[in-house]
Structures are given as structure tokens and as C-alpha cells.
């Protein structure tokens, strides 16, 4: 993890003068997830076809390694898996700090896609227990979904209210995780190549999370060559001081695939705190179980992921950076 204080004023984020001025604090690149994230050997929580591994485990198997600039993890592609295993072998980290108000910048070149994957970067309470803090889903899909889904789920009393700035669509309200089979409140998004393989084919791009208690959640992205990504998102920290300009940056990030109004409709205090973030690879389970008969996908969910290795050559996250903005008063 590479700590900074170099100022750096991302004028393009939805927040008003008064915290409009974030520095970069921490940088994750390369090796720096093997030190400053957990990995979860723990039994999914979504019930999924997964066997998550220690970091030992993972690093000895192959499915994560690191370099200077490049940090990857993989599921399993090689064996069939016993009907009697836990599951598929892949991977879940969670960062050891937590962040309240933060600009959060993915620089992604790669996700897990195919049958049976649910990908997902996420941020929740470090504090909990779930659902308590909230949870705020930034990529997640299923099988082969072409289109991310941005999402929050919530304590009751939280619900998105029309009309919002946005260029995804609403594909539901409630944030409430009780309500809905924990459906969440979901924004899919309109921009292409913005899930899945269509990403990966367009060599990645870039996912920017913008939390703060006066604005709300906004989740925006751009993928790797639209001549849209503002420099600060592509050059990071080389960028420089933008300088300290008091306005609102829609003019310059244009509207975020999704946003996420805490105001009257879900009150930031009562339903957010502090977030670690996770990045995990499940199979099937609640919702890519549940979705697999719709999507022409072979045979059930549990079948294909267990007995199906070379399905998988492409079901890994490679990551360039993630760097994480907070206020500056």
C-alpha cells in the first residue's frame, strides 16, 4: 500500500465547496494486496459453489500472484471438483483499512466472466454486523451479463427517490437487504462494454466510487479508450493539483451511471460508516444459481461449475491500481 498526502483536488466529483478537496491516501498496486487485504477462507455467504483459499493456499496454487504493477486472482481451471467439496477453488479479499467519505478509483484490466461467475467489487461496514453500515455493490453481475449493476443494501428506511441524475436505469427502489430476497436498490448501467467479456474485450477500463454524507453514492465508469476519462481517473497521482476550483464537476465527469441520493428518501448517518472493500469470485448461489436456467448456459449452474475446469481459463481479476481519495478540511 503506498501512502500519500500529495494533494490532489478531484473537482470532478458531485460534491459541494465545502468538501469538494480530496488527497490521495492510499494507492494499492501489485504486491501491495498481498500486505494490506485479508483473504476469506470462509463458507460463502451467498451459498455459492466456492472453495475460497487462505492467501498461502492461493499464492501455492497459482491463483494469486503479484508483480510490480499487476495484481491477479484466478479461479480454479484445471480440476473437476468433488461433489463433496465446498466447491470451486477462487479467492475473496477485503481490505484491512476502511473509508467513509472517499473518491475510489479501479483501474481494471480484466474481470471473471462465463457461466456460473459472480464477480463482484463491493464495500461494506467494517464495523457490521451486516447489514447494519450498508453495503455498496460498485461491479457485480452474473453468468454473461453484459451490463454492471450498481447497488445498495440497506437497514430498513432507505429508498431512492425519483427524479435521479443518472445515465443507468433504476431496477429498483428499496434498499432494504430484508425486503426482495435482498434485491438491494440497483442502477444497471447504459454505457457498453461495462460487464463481462464485452470489457474484457475493450481492455478494461476504469470504476470510480464518489461517497459523501452531503451527495450521496454516485458509481461512474468509462472504459479504457473512450477519450471521456478525465486525466485524473487515467493519469492518477501524475495528474497534479487540479487546482481548487468551488463548482460542482458535471461538466467535466458528465452524470455517473448510477446514482444513490442520501437525502430525505435514506439518511447517510443512520444507514453508512466506514467501509473495507472486497473483491471475490463466487459460482451460482443466490443469484447466478438462480439466473443460470435463463441465460442458455449448459446443464444446471452446479454441474457445469463443478465438472467444467476449462470453462474457467477466464474467470479472474487482473488490477492495475486502486486508489482511495478522502476529504481534506
Known sequence: MRTALAALSL???LIPPASAHFSLTDEYVGRDFLQSWNWESIDDPTHGRVNYLSQADALNGNLTYATDKKFIMRADANNIVAPTSRGRDSVRISSQRAYDEAVVVLDLSHMPEGCGTWPAFWSLSQRGPWPHGGEIDIIEGVNQDKQNLASLHTTPGCT???????TGTATSTNCDASVN????????????????SDFNSAGGGYYVLARSKTDGVRVY?????DPAVPPEIRNGPAAGVLGTQSMYPTAFWGEPEATFALDDGCDYSSHF???SFVFDLTFCGDWAGSDYPNTGCPGTCDDFVMNNPQAFANAYWEINSLRIYTPQQ
Open 181 to 196: 430476497f435482498n434485491q438491494g436498490c440497483g442502477a444497471s448501467f447504459a454505457k457498453p462494454a461495462s460487464y463481462g
Open 221 to 225: 465508469f468509462w472504459s479504457r479508450y
Open 273 to 275: 460508516d466506514a467501509h
Open 11 to 13: 473537482a470532478s466529483l
Open 160 to 166: 431512492m427517490l425519483p427524479p435521479r441524475a443518472m
